[in-house]
């Protein structure tokens, strides 16, 4: 009995023993919005291939500056296609190996439950509010939607004086859960996320209201010859990584 039990770990181990050979570790950058969502992902590709990731998340205009200082990073998901382009034209990313992962949409989110009924423009327009939130437009293509979706209804010089500005699309969804201010622009997914499940109150921004927040990936050239990273862009395309961040509030192409 006991040589049969040792037999079955023996097997068990050697099932396991060439995924803990090619285990491998690959550096993930991403944008601050589909940080949340990134987290499921690297779950399931930790536990389907046994390789290990390291994430770290910001604006994408900053972590496309830490990129081109020489920032270890294997892989970059960007909030848009423009940095992920550059990168590639710039000799910092692997040519070709660009791709849309998901789709982005915009949001006007309140932590109160109360204060945003009805058309969006009319709630904003009204003024009943101290402060709005929105990430920087210069690094933030979340924040350059917001603005732009202010410049459609006609309000941005309007409500410039209420403005808080976030580094980041993650730090704005703080200062509104917080309530440090009233409104804020944040990403639909992030209010999807199962820990907020939808709180508050929001009017979804239509998408004619500024450019498609189309986010692209890129394999760096750091990355070109590391199996972890290959594979874990590969597993962002899968079916069962798409059907992850379709469930939590993005679009795929």
């Not at 960007?78 to 940095?83: C, E, F, K, P």
């Not at 006007?108 to 109360?114: E, F, I, K």
């Not at 808080?164 to 440090?180: H, L, W």
């Not at 050239?221 to 990273?229: C, E, F, V, W």
Request: aromatic share 8%; net charge positive.
């Amino acid at each position: 009995m006991l040589i049969k039990n040792l037999v079955v770990i023996l097997i068990a181990v050697s099932q396991w023993l060439p995924v803990m050979a090619n285990a491998g570790e690959v550096r993930i950058a991403v944008a601050a919005n589909f940080r949340s969502t990134l987290n499921e992902i690297v779950r399931h590709f930790e536990e389907d291939s046994g390789h290990k990731t390291l994430v770290s998340s910001g604006s994408s205009g900053k972590l496309y500056v830490q990129i081109k200082n020489g920032a270890p990073f294997d892989v970059f998901l960007s909030a848009d296609a423009q940095r992920p382009a550059v990168l590639e034209d710039e000799g910092f990313a692997v040519p070709h190996s660009r791709f849309t992962y998901a789709v982005g949409r915009l949001t006007l989110w309140s932590a109160n439950p109360d204060l945003i009924k009805g058309d969006g423009k009319a709630v904003l327009a009204k003024g009943g509010f101290n402060r709005l939130a929105i990430a920087n437009p210069k690094t933030a293509p979340y924040g350059l939607a917001a603005k732009t979706t202010l410049q459609a209804m006609g309000l941005w010089n309007q409500l410039k004086g209420r403005l808080v500005q976030g580094e980041n699309i993650g730090q704005v969804f703080q200062f509104v859960y917080s309530s440090n201010a009233q409104l804020g622009f944040v990403a639909l997914a992030q209010v999807l996320d199962p820990k907020i499940n939808g709180m508050g109150s929001r009017w979804d921004v239509p998408e004619s209201f500024h450019d498609a927040l189309g986010q692209q990936a890129v394999l760096l050239t750091r990355g070109k010859s590391n199996i972890a990273a290959i594979e874990f862009v590969h597993y962002l395309k899968s079916p069962k990584a798409q059907a992850l961040i379709e469930q939590l509030g993005y679009g795929v192409e």
